[in-house]
């Protein structure tokens, strides 16, 4: 995925906002046409989807590729977990972690901004909260750039691509199969453990349910922070009138983190499928048919945002669908931004001098998933 991504946008959004693309699906890029379809109880994941995940993908079982009423059963399992009230109570050790990050880096020195800080913090977060041992952080990197790349159409994939997918997906499944097997002898004060005991009216958790909404809790529980830290500072950096904003005493009148998910969306693209035959904007759909909705444009649409594709910390009421609509929304959306907002914040406000190295930023080349490879950053004389 390119810098200039925005402006192929651009140009789609001016025609019909919608075209076919190479696999023959309708992709839609204007916001309106996004957020309805998000919204709508007639498209869902679909049997579209899972027979793409009876080969090979790493989520089969997990709440996020499933239709009501599995998908309201699994996600209420889980849900509480992530309530606005329990992430906040998260606050103060976020905070901690953020800081005891910034005090292992050395001032005035060239650090990959993204190895050294931003994937460290949300990693952390979530195996603390699930109750994964952080010292196999590292391996989890390794199979989560894996599943990332792999959220592209196979069609866009190498068959190393492919294999690695698979592959990254069998480790997941088993480093939690064991883990599961660990706390079920011996519970801990962690979600891995309330989620072997939940109950829901007689409800539960089987070991499949469970091994894939633990994947997915952690791929999805840093991923997206970890791209929004990156590429939110490098759009700040960029943009060193809204980078004063962020650091002045408004910063907590602003809806900046919002701002930041607008102008960068972590996920680009989310697909849908029709599970009844119907119309859209006079466009027909059969049952299973498939459509791509690109978010990343549809985040960028004039009609919804004025003079879009300038940063504004100052925008007021940010309706931007980076993190979804409808009863797929981001259950960690809560988690996302506060994690967002304590890194960077801490990040800008402990190291006044913070810039970007002569290194240009490089990006991913996945479609759907947005983010950097490396941002290298000087710390000048960090405090």
């Avoid at 849900?79 to 800081?99: C, G, H, M, N, T």
């Avoid at 506060?338 to 990006?363: D, H, K, Q, S, W």
Wanted: hydrophobic share 35%.
């Amino acid at each position: 995925m390119t810098a200039d991504l925005y402006t192929d946008f651009r140009e789609l959004r001016s025609g019909d906002g919608w075209r076919i693309g190479a696999r023959g699906m309708t992709e839609y890029y204007r916001y309106q046409d996004c957020a309805d379809i998000l919204r709508d109880p007639r498209w869902g994941k679909g049997e579209g989807l899972r027979r793409s995940e009876r080969e090979g993908s790493r989520f089969r079982n997990s709440f996020m590729r499933q239709d009501p009423p599995e998908h309201t059963r699994l996600r209420g399992l889980v849900a509480k977990a992530f309530s606005p009230s329990v992430v906040a109570a998260l606050r103060p050790r976020i905070q901690q972690i953020a800081d005891e990050l910034l005090d292992d880096l050395k001032p005035d020195t060239e650090v990959d901004l993204l190895s050294a800080y931003a994937y460290l913090l949300p990693v952390t977060v979530i195996c603390e909260l699930l109750g994964v041992p952080v010292e196999d952080r590292d391996r989890f990197g390794r199979w989560s750039a894996a599943l990332a790349r792999g959220e592209d159409d196979d069609e866009e994939l190498t068959e190393e691509d492919r294999r690695r997918r698979r592959g990254a997906s069998m480790r997941f499944r088993e480093y939690f199969a064991r883990l599961i097997e660990a706390r079920r002898r011996k519970p801990g004060d962690d979600l891995l453990s309330r989620l072997i005991e939940i109950r829901d009216q007689g409800d539960r958790l089987d070991d499949p349910d469970l091994q894939a909404t633990c994947v997915l809790l952690l791929f999805a529980g840093h991923e997206t922070t970890v791209n929004l830290i990156t590429m939110g500072t490098h759009a700040l950096l960029r943009h060193p009138d809204q980078l004063a904003m962020v650091r002045s005493e408004r910063a907590a009148e602003l809806s900046w983190v919002d701002e930041l998910l607008r102008y960068e969306s972590p996920v680009q693209i989310a697909s849908r499928a029709a599970l009844e035959d119907l119309d859209h904007r006079g466009r027909t759909y059969r049952k299973g048919d498939m459509v791509l909705l690109m978010l990343g444009s549809a985040n960028r649409d004039p009609d919804v945002f004025p003079d879009p594709e300038r940063l504004d910390v100052t925008r007021p009421n940010v309706r931007h669908i980076a993190l979804g609509l409808g009863i797929h929304f981001c259950l960690g959306a809560p988690l996302v931004r506060l994690e967002g907002e304590i890194a960077m914040g801490t990040l800008l406000r402990r190291v006044p001098g913070l810039a970007l190295a002569e290194t240009a930023p490089t990006y991913r080349s996945n479609r759907s998933m947005r983010g950097l490879q490396q941002l290298m950053v000087h710390l000048g004389g960090k405090v």
